[in-house]
């Protein structure tokens, strides 16, 4: 499994447990799009700052930052 494979799949757990009370189908969503993002345009173009992504971030033991998450991504 490659570091975006990981980031996703962690990503998507983070997010679920992060906003429990949002619905399934918007979530699904809402997930598909942030992944979308960070893994093929690139973290720079995305907010960090919400819970699922400092969630993914603590889960990955990487450091909360669009460098560390690019790293992450690339390595």
């Known amino acids: 499994m490659t570091n975006k494979e990981k ?3 962690t990503y998507t757990q983070a ?4 906003y429990p009370e949002l619905p399934a189908e918007r ?3 809402l997930i598909e799009n942030a ?4 893994t093929t345009l690139g973290v720079g173009r995305v907010i960090i700052d919400g ?3 400092k969630l993914t971030s603590k889960r ?4 909360h930052t669009k460098k560390a998450i690019t790293e ?3 390595a």
Do not use: C, E, Q
């Not at 997010?15 to 992060?18: G, H, K, N, T």
């Not at 992944?35 to 960070?38: G, T």
């Not at 990955?60 to 450091?63: H, M, S």
């Open 35 to 38: 992944v979308r993002h960070v």
């Open 27 to 29: 979530s699904k969503h």
């Open 51 to 53: 819970a699922a992504f």
């Open 60 to 63: 990955l033991g990487i450091k």
């Open 15 to 18: 997010f679920i447990d992060s």
């Open 72 to 74: 992450y991504l690339n």
């Open 7 to 9: 980031y996703a799949t």
